[in-house]
């Protein structure tokens, strides 16, 4: 069976990395993730991966004299791979154009939000603090905007009164680290199509 070759970028914890490494564990899943690159050599999401048996790499911006000298690398280091997709699963970084050139309709992100409302950094906080009564999260192509490319999925999450940052933040990871797992599925098996804004699995 053949199977769309993925490489995976993180900078945390990488919970939604590990849902994607359970998820490939399932032959009939048809995914591999054949590497897995930081912008951190100690985020913790390198080691899980290297406790899978993928490969790791990490590019740091403070390690290059500037932005285009970094994304120039990442962008080397990435394609080394020969990815079909590549994923930014919690991934703290804009990338610039030589990556977005090289990767361009096949970089997808995941944001905990229902875009195109809390783009950002504090997407959860934003949510929480506008009051409202359901959030969630978007899988999306990169585009160079923040957070505002085409949408492939979004899912939602009631907001509860007792709600923090923190626990609304962790509620959306279970249900974003689902919806990650199940649309790389789904490009896998079913190919995908981008029109403009929209964009057709299958
Ligand atoms: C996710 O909510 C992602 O959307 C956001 O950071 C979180 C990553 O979580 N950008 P983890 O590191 O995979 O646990």
Redesign the pocket.
């Known amino acids: 069976m053949p199977t769309l070759r993925v490489v995976v970028l ?9 849902a994607l490494l359970t998820a490939c564990a399932d032959p009939n899943y048809g995914v591999t993730v054949t590497a897995v690159g930081a912008d951190r050599s100690d985020a913790p ?1 390198l080691r899980a991966a290297r406790a899978a048996g993928v490969e790791t790499f990490a590019c740091a911006v403070e390690d290059y004299p500037n932005r285009l000298a970094w994304d120039t690398e990442l962008t080397r280091l990435v394609g080394r791979h020969q990815p079909d997709l590549v994923i930014s ?4 970084k804009l990338v610039g154009a030589p990556f977005l050139r090289e990767f361009a309709g096949r970089f997808i ?4 939000s229902l875009l195109p409302a809390f783009p950002g950094m504090h ?2 906080g934003d949510a929480l603090a506008y009051g409202v009564r359901v959030t969630g ?1 978007t899988v999306f192509f990169v585009d160079g905007g923040v957070d505002s490319g085409p949408i492939i999925d979004q899912r939602v999450v009631p907001v509860l009164p007792a709600d923090t940052e923190d626990i609304l ?1 962790e509620r ?2 279970v249900v ?2 689902a919806m990650l797992a199940d649309v790389v599925g789904r490009m896998s098996r079913l190919g995908w199509t981008v029109l403009g804004r929209r964009v057709v699995l299958g």
């Open positions: 993180v900078s945390g914890t990488g919970t939604l990395l590990r999401a699963a919690g991934f703290l992100n995941t944001h905990p997407a959860v999260c933040h959306i990871k974003e680290r």
